[in-house]
């Protein structure tokens, strides 16, 4: 049975951290593309980071450059988003995705949000 699970989120204040994980089973880990989508309420599911291989090539939407890191252990079936410097528009369900070639995996998501 393919899991995905998150866990990390809660509630921050604007300018702190927050370390996301998922934690997955059931599926070749290592073989597939992993991603972090964010969905505010009211707004369309958007891709915030992805990465292939663990040193490999790391993608960020523009909004998170800089402060999101993804990494990856496929020792552990683990992928993680370290958020720094949170903001209010941050705020969203935080989704891991898995991704190889037709195949495609959902976490039921994870709450972050950030405000004062």
């Known amino acids: 049975q393919v899991q995905l699970v998150e866990s990390g989120g809660g509630l921050v204040q604007p300018g702190g951290s927050l370390n996301l994980s998922c934690a997955a089973s059931g599926f070749t880990f290592s073989r597939f593309t992993m991603r972090w989508y964010r969905q505010a309420p009211g707004k369309e599911r958007e891709l915030v980071a992805d990465?292939?291989?663990?040193?490999?090539?790391?993608n960020y939407a523009g909004s998170a450059k800089g402060r999101f890191t993804i990494s990856r252990d496929n020792a552990k079936n683990m992928l993680y988003l370290q958020m720094n410097n949170l903001k209010p528009e941050d705020t969203a369900v935080y989704y891991c995705?898995?991704?190889?070639?037709?195949?495609?995996?959902w976490g039921q998501g994870t709450q972050v949000t950030v405000s004062s």
């Open positions: 990465m292939l291989l663990p040193g490999g090539r790391r």
């Open positions: 995705n898995a991704i190889y070639g037709s195949l495609r995996y």
